[in-house]
């Protein structure tokens, strides 16, 4: 989704003058364009009064907050302890196997968004994967395409 | 809020008072006893990242951070048991686990706390069989500072500072964990007329100033007080300078100027025009009498005070309140200012007593004041009226004699050159060389407000007498000895230079 001022202003006007409401407000922007955009960080330091650099820090200390476009489907391997000891490792090697990229890549078409986060705080269900809010629990390098034929299936409908 | 309510607690077994609401780090320093801290500052809000400060409380089953914690009454706080020791050292254990430990090329050596705290509370043997993480070792951040994010402890002084006094919020604390650094918003870097005193407030190396970088040790610094004399508000500055050996040719004497403390007038902080005063002690300065603006090898001082005596004595006392024309200005002292009353409007009873001074800037509202001489009262306070030169009553006088550079800041080159080549006798008493000194038939070097002792009357009406920070350079004598010395010429009786 372009991110045009119009629609900026519609996310940022209700917290206007909150210092307090930066995560929100970032977190509001990243639902909406899968990102954060530097006009957006520029725009929100300068309603809410804070210092750019600040929104910076906000933006780069979180892992959910994304810099750079993401795309529409986020595919999160867990690579945690329990994952990794269960072979977190060998699905995320057939996730980029199949997707063509590496872990914190974004597909050249747009579609995929490759993750690998530590932890997900699931581990009885590990080796454990996320794509589009929905977790996948024992996950296997074979069980991979299913899911991503699956993500594929809830764009179409 | 009762403001004097007072609390009664015991540090390391000793009844302590202080103030309600106090910090227990405030309240511990109070009563003499240090508690080591890196993102502490009393100027800045607490932000209790370091961990240094940690103590023991009775009652309280973890170590407190003191530097957050607020007195009450009754409460019994030890800061210097085994606990709180063991404590202590792992905390540098930790910020020491990912500095670069390059003391020996860091200009922060000799007044760094990390340093400071591992010779007091550290002193662990090293277990860091890992290699360092690496990072950037020179950043340009504005206004000729460099950051060097290996050094940095993370305390946030910086970040703090730049977005609780200045409030211009440059720089900030990006990524996180061991990812953690400071930086700048892309093309955004620090521009603001206090970015100094982040050299200042610094506990580590990691901010650095240009101007002093690799130049000197700290531990060379003789550090003097003084009060600024570049604006009206009378901030207390430290004066560093080298003494001890003779300087090589070019070397500077003085190194740094940085922020004195005096929470009745600056806090903690200076502004950047104050901290760049450190240029005018050492630079463009007149280290011997001129005559027409040509170094006179066989004059002293004396010889050229006599020379001024001998024009005024060639006025006939009744014409002199007309035919001598006076121009001081507002960097003398208090006491350099009295003498001068008493000599040329109590003693001559000249008419043309005239101040000069820089034009007024712009206040900033922090602490940089419009007016840019620093004792503008002080001239109040002395019984003369700050008038403005006229051209007329100078090019009109028989005798000259005029103390500062300052003419030029209040007529165009030209207008002044032929007014004052219509006076017979002039003289010039400065401190810097400039356009003026061919102009005059003798120029006499003086110090600047660093090499002497006096008073200044701030903007707020404050008085505060300030002692001698740096030996005065060579072949140069204070205002006050050239006034007391011109008064004893002309038989007059002034008292002298050191009466306050």
Not at chain 2, 24 to 31: F, H, I, N, Q, R
Not at chain 2, 67 to 90: F, H, L, N, Y
Request: proline residues 6%; charged residues 25%; contains cysteine.
């Amino acid at each position: 989704m372009p991110v045009s001022p119009n629609g900026l202003e519609v996310l940022v006007r209700r917290y206007r003058g909150r210092r307090r409401a930066l995560i929100q407000v970032l977190q509001d922007i990243h639902d909406r364009y899968r990102w954060l955009p530097p006009e957006a960080l520029e725009r929100v330091a300068e309603a809410l009064g804070v210092p750019l650099v600040q929104v910076y820090g906000v933006a780069t200390f979180y892992k959910s907050f994304s810099l750079t476009p993401r795309g529409r489907h986020v595919c999160t391997v867990c690579l945690g302890t329990a994952c990794h000891v269960r072979g977190g490792a060998a699905v995320l090697e057939e996730f980029e196997r199949r997707l063509g990229i590496a872990a914190g890549r974004t597909t050249s078409d747009g579609r995929h968004t490759l993750e690998r986060v530590n932890c997900l705080g699931a581990c009885a269900l590990a080796p454990l994967v996320v794509v589009d809010g929905h977790y996948h629990g024992q996950m296997t390098p074979v069980k991979v395409g299913a899911v991503l034929a699956a993500a594929a299936k809830d764009e179409a409908a | 809020m009762s403001g004097a309510a007072r609390v009664g607690l015991t540090i390391d077994g000793r009844p302590v008072e202080a103030a309600a609401g106090a910090s227990v780090l405030k309240a511990a320093e109070a009563a003499g006893i240090a508690i080591p801290h890196f993102c502490y500052h009393p100027g800045l809000e607490i932000e209790g990242n370091c961990r240094m400060c940690l103590v023991e409380i009775e009652g309280y089953p973890k170590l407190e951070l003191s530097c957050s914690t607020v007195v009450r009454e009754g409460m019994i706080v030890r800061t210097s048991t085994d606990r709180v020791r063991a404590a202590r050292k792992d905390v540098l254990e930790f910020l020491l686990a990912e500095h670069p430990l390059d003391c020996p090329i860091c200009d922060k050596a000799g007044e760094c706390l990390l340093q400071d705290h591992y010779g007091l509370h550290g002193r662990y043997a090293g277990r860091m069989a890992e290699v360092r993480e690496r990072r950037e070792k020179k950043i340009p951040i504005g206004r000729g500072l460099i950051l060097d994010r290996e050094r940095c402890v993370l305390c946030t002084r910086c970040v703090r500072f730049l977005r609780q006094v200045t409030r211009t919020g440059e720089l900030g604390v990006f990524e996180r964990a061991v990812g953690s650094e400071l930086g700048l918003a892309e093309g955004r870097p620090v521009d603001n007329d206090y970015s100094g005193n982040l050299v200042d407030i610094c506990p580590v190396g990691a901010i650095t100033s240009e101007d002093f970088r690799f130049r000197t040790r700290a531990w060379f610094l003789d550090r003097r007080p003084s009060v600024c004399p570049r604006c009206a508000r009378g901030c207390a500055v430290v004066v560093e300078s080298v003494t001890g050996y003779p300087l090589a040719a070019g070397e500077r004497r003085v190194y740094r100027v940085t922020a004195g403390v005096n929470p009745a007038v600056n806090g903690h902080w200076i502004c950047d025009l104050g901290r760049e005063g450190r240029r005018e002690i050492d630079e463009g300065r007149l280290g011997a009498v001129l005559r027409k603006g040509v170094r006179e090898p066989g004059l002293a001082w004396p010889g050229a005070v006599a020379g001024i005596a001998a024009a005024v004595r060639s006025v006939p006392a009744a014409e002199r309140p007309g035919g001598v024309a006076v121009v001081l200005n507002a960097r003398l002292t208090s006491e350099e200012l009295a003498l001068a009353r008493e000599l040329f409007v109590a003693g001559l009873g000249l008419r043309n007593v005239f101040f000069a001074g820089l034009k007024p800037g712009r206040a900033d509202g922090l602490l940089l004041t419009a007016e840019r001489m620093p004792n503008g009262r002080g001239v109040l306070e002395a019984g003369l009226s700050p008038r403005p030169p006229a051209l007329e009553a100078l090019a009109a006088a028989r005798v000259l004699i005029v103390f500062g550079p300052y003419l030029t800041e209040h007529f165009e080159a030209g207008a002044l050159g032929r007014a004052l080549a219509a006076v017979p006798a002039k003289f010039l008493v400065s401190a810097h060389a400039g356009p003026l000194d061919r102009l005059f038939d003798a120029v006499l070097p003086v110090t600047v407000p660093a090499e002497k002792a006096g008073t200044y009357t701030n903007i707020d009406g404050l008085r505060q007498g300030f002692s001698r920070a740096v030996e005065p350079a060579p072949g140069v004598v204070p205002e006050g000895a050239v006034l007391a010395r011109l008064a004893r010429s002309l038989g007059l009786d002034i008292g002298d230079a050191d009466a306050r």
